[in-house]
C-alpha cells in the first residue's frame, strides 16, 4: 500500500503542466496535531451569500469607518448598513484607481484624481495645498496622507482634519526618481509604493505639528507592478512587485513567497486586485485575475491554492473586501455585496471543490490500481440523503482524464466514512483527481491510501 498526496498548494504551472500537477481548487489544507506528528486535512474555503446590492456596476473600493460599510463604486459614494441597506452619499470620478478611508469620523475619497470628503451630511472636494492632482489617500495617526498623481510628492492634512490641506504639508520623496503610485499605513508608518521601489516614512513631531520624514535606510528597490495589487492585512502587506513577483512584508523588508505557477500567471495575464480576508486563523491573501481562477497565498502555512466559480472553475468574481459587522464582506464588479461564509456554496451555485494530486509512479513500469480510499468526515452533514463525490484518473499528467466513477461520502453521522474505488485500471503514471459539489463542509483527509500490484 502506499498513498497519493494532496500536496500542501496548488502548484501546476499552465505553460509547463508535465512539471506539476497538484491543485487545490476552492480547497486549502489545514494542519491538525496528533501528538508529535501533524496531519493534514482538505478544507472547504468559504462560500458567499446574498448581503446588499448598490444596484451599479464596477465596485472600486471598500472600508469600515466607524462601525459602518462605506464603498465606491460606478461614480458614486455609498453606504451600507448591517442590514445590508443602502444608502446613496454623492457622485465621485469613477476610476479603477480609487482610495477609501476614515478620519475621526470622516470618510475620504481619491478617485480620478481627485479628493473627496463625507463628512456626514455634505460630500465635497476640499480646497488643494501642495498640489492639486491626487493618487491615493491614506489614514495614519490622525492625519489624512495624500500622494501626488504621477508625480513623487506627498502633502498630509492638518490633525484630525482631512478638509484641511495646509500648502506647507508636504514632502517630496527624493531616494530614487521613480513617481509615486499610492501610500499604504503600515505597522504604524506609512509605506510609499512606487513604480520602481518603496519608501518607508514616520512622524516626527516640529513644533506640535506632524512632519512626515523617510526613514533613513529604508528605501526598498522593489516596486508596486500595478495601482490594485497590494492589500493590508495586521501590520504587514501583500503585493505584486513591477518583476511579476509576489511578496509580504516582513518589518522593514519585503520577502517573496511566489511560486513558479503564480508567476507564469501573473505573466501571462496582469490580474486585476489583491485583497485579504481570514477564515477560522488562516490568513489568507487573493491575486484576483479576469480570465483564470484567483491565487490565494496562506500566510498561516506559507501554501498556494486557487479559488474560482461555478462548474468550470470560472475566475472569482470578487474584487475587495471588508471586515465589519463581525464578518468578512466581498463585492463584485457587478455591484453585490456578499457575506463570506461556511455555506459550501457561491450564492445560488455550486461550490465546485477539486483536488489534484502529484503524479504518481513505478519507475515507468505497468501497474495496476487495485484501490483508492479516502476518508472524509461527513458526519454533521444532513442533506437527506448521502453526500457524493467522484474521481477521474488521468494517464499523462492531467491532459486527459478517464471517466467520472461517483461514490457516497456517507450521512448524517457518519463520521468517519471511507470512500474506496477498486479497479481503476493499469498506469505506467497515475494522477488522481477528487471532486465534491454538495453544499456540505466535509474535511477529507489529504493523503488517499492506494493499493497497487
Known amino acids: 500500500?502506499?498513498?497519493?498526496?494532496?500536496?500542501?498548494?496548488?502548484?501546476?504551472?499552465?505553460?509547463?503542466?508535465?512539471?506539476?500537477?497538484?491543485?487545490?481548487?476552492?480547497?486549502?489544507?489545514?494542519?491538525?496535531?496528533?501528538?508529535?506528528?501533524?496531519?493534514?486535512?482538505?478544507?472547504?474555503?468559504?462560500?458567499?451569500?446574498?448581503?446588499?446590492?448598490?444596484?451599479?456596476?464596477?465596485?472600486?473600493?471598500?472600508?469600515?469607518?466607524?462601525?459602518?460599510?462605506?464603498?465606491?463604486?460606478?461614480?458614486?459614494?455609498?453606504?451600507?448598513?448591517?442590514?445590508?441597506?443602502?444608502?446613496?452619499?454623492?457622485?465621485?470620478?469613477?476610476?479603477?484607481?480609487?482610495?477609501?478611508?476614515?478620519?475621526?469620523?470622516?470618510?475620504?475619497?481619491?478617485?480620478?484624481?481627485?479628493?473627496?470628503?463625507?463628512?456626514?451630511?455634505?460630500?465635497?472636494?476640499?480646497?488643494?495645498?501642495?498640489?492639486?492632482?491626487?493618487?491615493?489617500?491614506?489614514?495614519?495617526?490622525?492625519?489624512?496622507?495624500?500622494?501626488?498623481?504621477?508625480?513623487?510628492?506627498?502633502?498630509?492634512?492638518?490633525?484630525?482634519?482631512?478638509?484641511?490641506?495646509?500648502?506647507?504639508?508636504?514632502?517630496?520623496?527624493?531616494?530614487?526618481?521613480?513617481?509615486?503610485?499610492?501610500?499604504?499605513?503600515?505597522?504604524?508608518?506609512?509605506?510609499?509604493?512606487?513604480?520602481?521601489?518603496?519608501?518607508?516614512?514616520?512622524?516626527?513631531?516640529?513644533?506640535?505639528?506632524?512632519?512626515?520624514?523617510?526613514?533613513?535606510?529604508?528605501?526598498?528597490?522593489?516596486?508596486?507592478?500595478?495601482?490594485?495589487?497590494?492589500?493590508?492585512?495586521?501590520?504587514?502587506?501583500?503585493?505584486?512587485?513591477?518583476?511579476?513577483?509576489?511578496?509580504?512584508?516582513?518589518?522593514?523588508?519585503?520577502?517573496?513567497?511566489?511560486?513558479?505557477?503564480?508567476?507564469?500567471?501573473?505573466?501571462?495575464?496582469?490580474?486585476k486586485s489583491c485583497f485579504y480576508y481570514e477564515d477560522e486563523g488562516h490568513k489568507i491573501c487573493v491575486i484576483r485575475f479576469r480570465d483564470r481562477p484567483s491565487w490565494c497565498f496562506d500566510i498561516s502555512t506559507g501554501e498556494w491554492h486557487e479559488r474560482a466559480e461555478g462548474a468550470m472553475h470560472g475566475p472569482w468574481t470578487a474584487v475587495q473586501t471588508v471586515k465589519a459587522y463581525d464578518k468578512w464582506l466581498c463585492g463584485t464588479d457587478l455591484g453585490g455585496i456578499y457575506h463570506m461564509t461556511r455555506n459550501n456554496a457561491d450564492i445560488a451555485d455550486e461550490l465546485h471543490r477539486r483536488a489534484v494530486s502529484r503524479t504518481v509512479s513505478n519507475d515507468q513500469e505497468l501497474f495496476i490500481i487495485d484501490k483508492v480510499e479516502f476518508i472524509g468526515r461527513v458526519g454533521r452533514a444532513d442533506l437527506g440523503r448521502d453526500v457524493s463525490c467522484w474521481i477521474r484518473v488521468s494517464r499523462d499528467n492531467g491532459n486527459i482524464w478517464g471517466t467520472a466513477k461517483a461514490r457516497s461520502m456517507g450521512n448524517l453521522g457518519q463520521y468517519e466514512k471511507r470512500v474506496i474505488y477498486r479497479g481503476l485500471g493499469q498506469f505506467r503514471q497515475a494522477t488522481v483527481e477528487l471532486n465534491m459539489s454538495d453544499p456540505v463542509d466535509v474535511p477529507i483527509n489529504a493523503t488517499a491510501s492506494v493499493v497497487i500490484s
Open 1 to 271: 500500500m502506499s498513498a497519493v498526496e494532496f500536496v500542501g498548494q496548488s502548484a501546476k504551472d499552465s505553460d509547463n503542466g508535465q512539471a506539476a500537477t497538484s491543485r487545490l481548487i476552492n480547497l486549502y489544507r489545514e494542519p491538525v496535531k496528533l501528538g508529535d506528528r501533524t496531519q493534514y486535512t482538505l478544507k472547504s474555503v468559504l462560500g458567499q451569500a446574498a448581503f446588499a446590492d448598490l444596484d451599479t456596476v464596477f465596485l472600486r473600493a471598500m472600508t469600515e469607518v466607524d462601525g459602518e460599510v462605506y464603498a465606491v463604486a460606478g461614480g458614486s459614494l455609498y453606504k451600507v448598513s448591517a442590514l445590508g441597506a443602502v444608502t446613496t452619499l454623492g457622485t465621485v470620478a469613477d476610476s479603477e484607481e480609487t482610495t477609501i478611508a476614515g478620519n475621526t469620523g470622516n470618510v475620504t475619497v481619491c478617485a480620478g484624481g481627485n479628493y473627496y470628503v463625507w463628512d456626514g451630511t455634505t460630500l465635497s472636494q476640499p480646497t488643494t495645498g501642495a498640489f492639486d492632482s491626487f493618487g491615493s489617500a491614506e489614514y495614519i495617526g490622525n492625519y489624512t496622507v495624500l500622494t501626488e498623481l504621477n508625480g513623487r510628492r506627498v502633502q498630509w492634512s492638518d490633525l484630525a482634519d482631512p478638509t484641511t490641506l495646509p500648502g506647507v504639508n508636504f514632502r517630496t520623496s527624493e531616494a530614487r526618481t521613480d513617481n509615486n503610485i499610492r501610500s499604504m499605513a503600515i505597522g504604524g508608518n506609512l509605506w510609499v509604493f512606487k513604480q520602481q521601489s518603496i519608501e518607508i516614512w514616520y512622524i516626527t513631531d516640529a513644533a506640535g505639528a506632524g512632519v512626515f520624514e523617510p526613514i533613513s535606510g529604508s528605501v526598498l528597490d522593489t516596486g508596486l507592478k500595478a495601482f490594485g495589487l497590494v492589500t493590508k492585512f495586521r501590520d504587514g502587506a501583500f503585493m505584486v512587485g513591477e518583476d511579476g513577483i509576489v511578496y509580504i512584508t516582513a518589518g522593514g523588508q519585503v520577502r517573496p513567497v511566489s511560486t513558479t505557477a503564480v508567476e507564469t500567471a501573473i505573466a501571462e495575464e496582469t490580474p
